[in-house]
């Protein structure tokens, strides 16, 4: 019995081996569809494991209040909600002074502009450094940590200190190789000295988190006078199981600040970490429903394009497996090596769509800065798919070849 599959083995890989060209382009055609599918899911892997740990580094016990919901809802006819009115400096001030919730600490933030350029000596940046104006607590509610030096504190803030943190990815480009404590850079025409340089922190959203500046926020105030500024605030609570008491206090107490009736919304959003991954899953669930969607129907067309393939293969060694049926070969027989070749060229091309499907992820995540992890999920589905994909396609012309007539066979030319 073993050496019976074994023989049609090797016949199968013979008969591939001698028929090479047509063998490698039907492994291609499969693999388009493999790899649309381990690339594509590979990729939004990526992305959701991104954002995700992009929005885990705020801290299970942290949440923000923001003028408007991380996802906007919309209303029929494709019209945008109303947008909430901003977070001004007096609406932040009475709430840091008004909340007082027990093992909390608030941060204030704002930013005064995207488009700086920064200076030190002769060497300056382009103007696309953003500048935040923030309070002591900002870095570490924001899951900052500080690779050299040290961050601001409250006599900072309160004395109007002109010092500054600042990225990672800032540091090289107006430091270079020398060391960047103490030395003074300008920003709109103010001197601040550098006191502190941040851990990298790559989000990979469009936003580098290393190429920024980082000063007081009164010193920033006094610099930055736009008009609506918008802050934002930040709660961090040392207990996380006091984390929904803080969420519903701090709902109160910025309710009576902007002065709403019972029966009127929330014109702000208060939103954690946990709230945010929720969303950002039920969002790639659908990006993961369309990629499934384009996969299936590009490994629909490989199947098709291998039984046709298989089919014709068939045609043309009709003598063979008529010469194989006189000598004895039964109908399971030659059945048999007709899904081997089948199953074969199709885990070939399985394999070389999840070795191709792997290495664009990896490009696209390398290229956008996302987070790339092995996608063992769409591995495993695409090995599964190729097997059964190769079983149905290989199953027609496996019966055909072997529901041939040895006598009719042996005679075709």
Known sequence: MFSLVRENIRIAINSIKSQILRTILTVLIIAIGITALVGILSAISALENTISSDFSSMGANTFNIQRDEFQVQRRGGGERQKQNPVITYADAKDFIEKY????????????????????????????????????????QNSGFKIALGREFNYFDVENNNNVCVIGVDLQKKLFKELYPLNKTISVRGTKFKVIGILESKKTGLGSNEDYRVIIPIQKARSIFTNANINYGLSVKIEKKELLENAQEEAVITFRKIRKLNPIEDNNFAIENSTDL?????????????????????????SSIALMNIMLVSVTERTREIG?????????????????????????LGGILGIILGLLIGLGVSAAAGFNFTTPWLAMFSAFSITFLVAILSGLIPAIKASKLDPVESLRYE
């Open 323 to 347: 010469v194989r049926k006189a000598l004895g070969a039964k109908r399971a027989t030659i059945a048999f090596q007709f899904f081997v070749e089948t199953i074969i060229v199709g885990q």
């Open 100 to 139: 007082q919730f027990p093992l909390s600490s608030i941060s204030l933030v704002f930013t005064g502009t995207n488009a700086a350029e920064i200076k030190y000596e002769s060497t300056k940046t382009d103007p696309d450094v953003p500048v935040l104006g923030a309070n002591e607590n900002y870095l």
């Open 277 to 301: 991954i929720n969303r950002v899953g039920s969002i790639t669930q659908y990006l993961y429903m369309a990629a499934w969607i384009i996969s299936i129907i590009t490994i629909f067309g």
